[in-house]
């Protein structure tokens, strides 16, 4: 092992704390300094990085040394300006939350930092790394033969309070198909190995927050939609989102076709959700079902309880922090791209737009 990489986290709430536990799970990495305004989360933060120096400004974060790489967690809407005061004062190798940006108009100028970046930038899309993804990713090929149709449901808890209640306006999360969807718009692209060119959707706001009031203005954050979108190379993909679903067995329920057969991942929500009554949460699974001969073989994916315990993504986020760590070392790749996350955002707006006008969005 080489010597320790010193990270700088950019927002530490309850994303920037889940950064905080699974860094200090990764051998020779290190959270040195934390810019967190809040005065709760900044004390919460302190808890699971007690070493770390806490600035008061995103510019004596930047101003710190010695810093190997940062951690962008900060809430949707502030990620596109953090990110150019980043690249121009100190362009670190960096691991930047999803959605890269929340209004259109920020498209180029995000584009264009990654064009003259210089260092690592990795855009932050967890779900890629689930162990039970993992397998499907593994599998999928010889399971169907070539993947013609991809459904991805989420059916899941109402969206959590924020900060400020920031996600509870479309123009701070950027609508909830870019906040949260756009990690299934990657995940489409990432398993068909293909753009996309049409996207078809239906959604809204129909059960939860339909009371809810900030300062005398009426949230406006939808909590279900169907997506379709159609790919280049003819295949089909459908998002089924549910934001009033808590009680299912599995939150996410990933399920591909081709002509051999079919296969499925099912990954359930944070088990810190899951009731203790109700005994062990259950455990993911990845299905193969082949046409010829029919028998579908089901086979459970444990994870890690230190890295369950770390975070609410099914072991991802350390996972990704892990090859985030090699890439910050030059000893690996960014599996993650600007343009990666630029792409699943676009999806995500197309998705709000098509929803919105009642129309098929051209990509
Ligand atoms: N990849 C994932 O699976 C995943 C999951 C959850 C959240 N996220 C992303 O993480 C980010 C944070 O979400 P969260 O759930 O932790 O929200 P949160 O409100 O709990 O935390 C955001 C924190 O950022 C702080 N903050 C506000 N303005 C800031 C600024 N200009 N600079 C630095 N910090 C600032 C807030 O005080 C707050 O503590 C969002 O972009 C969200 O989309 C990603």
């Given amino acids: 092992m080489t010597k320790t990489v010193n990270y700088g986290i950019i927002g530490c709430g309850m994303m920037g704390q889940e950064h905080l536990r699974n860094i200090s799970l990764v051998p020779g990495a290190r959270v040195a300094a934390i810019f967190e305004p809040d005065a709760g989360m900044a004390a919460a933060a302190r808890v699971s990085a007690p070493e770390a120096v806490i600035c008061d ?6 101003a710190h040394e010695p810093l190997d790489c940062l951690v962008v967690a900060a809430p949707n809407h502030t990620h596109a300006e953090i990110l150019a005061r980043i690249a121009a004062r100190r362009p670190l190798p960096l691991l930047m939350e999803k959605p890269l940006f929340t209004d259109p108009g920020d498209r180029d100028r995000v584009l264009a930092i990654g064009e003259s970046y210089g260092a690592p930038l990795w855009v932050a899309m967890e779900y890629r790394y689930m162990p039970p993804l993992q397998t499907f990713l593994e599998r999928m090929q010889d399971a169907t033969g070539g993947i013609k149709m991809l459904t991805i449901r989420e059916h899941r808890f109402p ?3 924020k900060v400020g209640n920031w996600n509870r306006f479309n123009r701070n999360s950027g609508g909830t198909l870019v906040e949260k969807c756009c990690h299934f718009f990657d995940l489409m692209r990432f398993i068909l190995q293909s753009e996309p060119v049409r996207v078809m959707a239906s959604g ?19 909590d279900s939609a169907y997506v379709i979108v159609d790919f280049a190379s003819g295949a089909r993909a459908m998002l089924e989102l549910c ?3 808590e009680g299912a067995q599995f939150q996410e329920e990933i399920a591909a076709v081709g002509p051999l057969g079919k296969i499925e991942a099912k990954v359930p929500g944070p088990g810190r959700f899951w009731p203790a009554h109700l005994g062990a949460a259950p455990l993911p699974q990845v299905i193969v079902s082949p046409r010829n001969p029919k028998g579908p073989q089901m086979v459970e994916i444990p994870v890690d309880p230190a890295l369950l315990t770390a975070g609410d993504h099914n072991g991802s986020t350390f996972y990704q922090h892990h090859r985030f760590n090699a890439a910050v070392r030059g000893d690996g ?29 051209e990509m």
């Avoid at 599996?335 to 969005?361: C, H, I, N, P, Y």
């Fill in 333 to 361: 790749p960014v599996e993650v791209t600007l343009r990666d996350g630029e792409r699943a955002v676009a999806m995500g707006m197309a998705a709000q737009t098509s929803a919105r006008e009642g129309r098929a969005v």
């Fill in 204 to 222: 809204g706001q129909v059960v939860n927050h339909l009371d809810e009031v900030y300062d005398g203005e009426p949230s406006d954050i939808w």
């Fill in 57 to 62: 400004s995103l510019d004596a974060l930047l």
């Fill in 159 to 161: 969206f959590l309070e």
């Fill in 243 to 245: 934001m009033y679903a």
